[in-house]
């Protein structure tokens, strides 16, 4: 496959996988996967702050392109104030961290404060395609930085924030997506707050 057919696969997947409300009555299976092994070379680190007041409950979803949920990590609860390792599969797509994910697969359908992402590579470029997102029923703001500086941040408050910080409303496809970011540093880590105070 073409470096840039995996580019624009991996930002139509996070368009369409992003959690905006679904008007279409398919139906969505879901199946759990084997948890993301611990740090190698295939995967990347996602340091989860809770800044919320009430303790939040983290785990990594990804969405097929067949519309399936998986769950692709334990369940990790973090209390109030704290934070924790969770490790990320570095080439997997529609790929998305919730801090719902004590309710359920089932749950992950429903509108929520997310860090999406996804494998992106062009020519010999590879990395991470993300966006944040804030859609409406989204009690959380969010905010995710790269472990690297010279690939873009975002932050986006529960109350909303600039079209380029997150998805916001799913009309946001027709001016071109800009929450989508592509960080072409390869295997980066990244740190994301759920509550930033700023």
């Known amino acids: 496959m073409h470096a840039f057919t995996v580019a624009a696969l991996a930002i139509a997947t996070l368009a369409t996988a992003a959690p ?13 996967a084997e948890p993301v092994a611990k740090r190698d070379a295939s995967t990347f680190e996602l340091t989860v702050h809770n800044n919320c007041a009430n303790d939040r409950t983290f785990g990594l979803f990804q969405i097929t392109p067949a519309f399936e949920m998986i769950q692709m990590s334990e369940a990790e609860a973090i209390p109030a104030g704290h934070n924790a390792t969770i490790s990320a599969p570095f080439s997997a797509l529609g790929m998305r961290l919730s801090a719902t994910a004590d309710k359920g697969i089932a749950a992950q359908w429903e509108a929520q404060t997310l860090f ?3 494998y992106s590579a062009y020519n010999a470029l590879t990395g991470t395609a993300y966006d944040l997102s804030v859609m409406a029923g989204s009690t959380d703001g969010i905010a995710a930085y790269p472990a690297t500086s010279a690939c873009e941040s975002k932050v986006c408050s529960s109350v909303g924030c600039a079209l380029a910080e997150a998805w916001t409303d799913a009309a946001q496809v027709l001016g071109g997506s800009p929450a989508d970011t592509v960080c072409y540093e390869g295997a980066q880590d990244f740190k994301v707050v759920w509550c930033p105070s700023a």
């Open 20 to 32: 905006h409300t679904h008007s279409h009555s398919h139906h969505h299976h879901a199946r759990a």
């Open 116 to 118: 999406e992402f996804g």
